[in-house]
């Protein structure tokens, strides 16, 4: 079968380097670390997981940022190369190990792509694991699978960028009827923004800024909403597009990223502006609440600078190193700044949930409708058209690309 791999090698990464100076398409070109090619088709590691046929795989920032070789080196020991890309997927099960209980040959399912103690095999569950906090598992280098934080990072057990893959039972959850193929390939990017609200849920009086209109960032209202969040919400938006898309999933108030976005920013929390001697403006007073969904060194920075003293910024969007951080903000206005890694298990009205079946819960019950977010759809065979749709927004208006396979 064909798929797409990242096939890491320090030639291929120092000569796309070099390269993608002069073109991005040297990223994700015949001498890249991505690597479209024949492979053997998955067989299961033992009788706990399925084998699944790909419907639709969603291409993340996550892809983005590993075909870009933006990620950190930090890590890179915990992953296993060569591995099939895509970790956003929804498909049916054709194979199952005897030990898998409560799913079916031809059922339609999801993957959390976390690879935690169980999918490895390990009895004593880590504590991250123990507290259902499966995305900061301890152990993804241990037990019967290669190392790898997520499958589309594990080389024994790869992605959706194919016809087929392979999921243990644990990171299964089967979609109901009245969810469509559309919304449950969004289920994913919808989690990750999910996971960061429900637990920094902000108060009903609070002022919210939600930095990014990308789909994370309008995932992130749409969260904010579907939790039954009151607060008013502010976004900045890079494209009239996203604005646009952002009012209609929630927004009370969107901004553009254009000249003059910092006063719009202070008049809309009643800051104070200053001109220091070098460099950007100072904000004094600011959002109570700050979701920073780009990742990127710019908002990252605002993010710091639009937060009001003693206010919070969680970082959402997947970030690597960054160097035009200003991190000033963090002590002067004793910011409290949350990370958030994927999804896990929360708690949502007083009860223990994972973030996916909470989410397929929201898509059955008609309150979150995610499909409109996916814009774009291709072939696996467009692999480049779609990486590159996906990077030029302006010209494509695109908020999700998916491949797409054979039914």
Not at 21 to 49: D, M
Not at 193 to 209: K, Q
Not at 331 to 354: I, M, Y
Not at 368 to 382: C, R
């Amino acid at each position: 079968m064909k798929a797409i791999q990242f096939d890491v090698s320090i030639p291929r990464y120092l000569f796309t380097q070099l390269l993608g100076k002069l073109s991005p398409s040297a990223y994700y070109g015949p001498l890249s670390c991505i690597r479209y090619r024949e492979v053997p088709e998955p067989v299961l590691p033992n009788q706990e997981w399925v084998k699944i046929k790909t419907k639709y795989a969603s291409i993340c920032g996550s892809d983005i940022n590993m075909i870009f070789l933006h990620d950190s080196p930090s890590s890179e020991p915990l992953t296993s190369f060569p591995a099939t890309l895509g970790h956003e997927n929804v498909g049916t099960i054709v194979e199952k190990g005897a030990d898998v209980t409560g799913f079916e040959l031809g059922d339609r399912v999801i993957v959390d792509p976390t690879l935690p103690c169980e999918t490895r095999g390990i009895k004593v569950l880590c504590p991250m694991c123990k507290e259902g906090a499966f995305s900061l598992c301890m152990n993804v280098t241990k037990g019967n699978i290669a190392p790898g934080i997520q499958n589309f990072c594990c080389k024994d057990v790869g992605g959706g960028f194919a016809p087929y893959f392979v999921a243990h039972r644990f990171q299964l959850f089967k979609v109901p009827d009245a969810v469509s193929d559309e919304d449950a390939a969004l289920v994913d990017p919808f989690c990750s923004a999910l996971h960061a609200v429900i637990r920094n849920l902000p108060a009903e009086s609070a002022r919210v800024l939600v930095i990014g209109a990308g789909v994370i960032g309008i995932c992130a209202i749409i969260a904010l909403r579907a939790l039954g969040s009151k607060a008013r919400i502010t976004c900045l938006a890079k494209y009239d597009f996203q604005a646009e898309l952002a009012a209609r999933s929630g927004a009370d108030k969107v901004i553009l990223l254009k000249k003059g976005y910092y006063e719009e920013v202070a008049r809309e929390y009643g800051a104070e502006l200053f001109k220091p001697i070098l460099g950007k403006q100072v904000l004094v007073g600011g959002a109570d609440v700050v979701f920073e969904c780009v990742g990127v060194d710019n908002s990252i920075d605002d993010a710091l600078r639009f937060a009001r003293p003693r206010g919070k910024v969680v970082l959402v969007g997947l970030a690597a190193t960054t160097k035009g951080v200003d991190w000033t903000p963090v002590w002067f206005k004793e910011l409290l700044v949350v990370g958030t890694n994927s999804s896990a298990q929360d708690v949502h009205l007083g009860k223990h949930v994972r973030d996916y079946q909470l989410a397929l819960d929201l898509l059955k019950e008609k309150r979150i409708e995610l499909s409109p977010l996916l814009t774009h759809k291709f072939p696996l065979a467009d692999y480049k058209k779609a990486i590159e749709a996906t990077i030029n927004k302006r010209k494509t208006r695109n908020v999700k690309t998916a491949f797409v396979f054979d039914r």
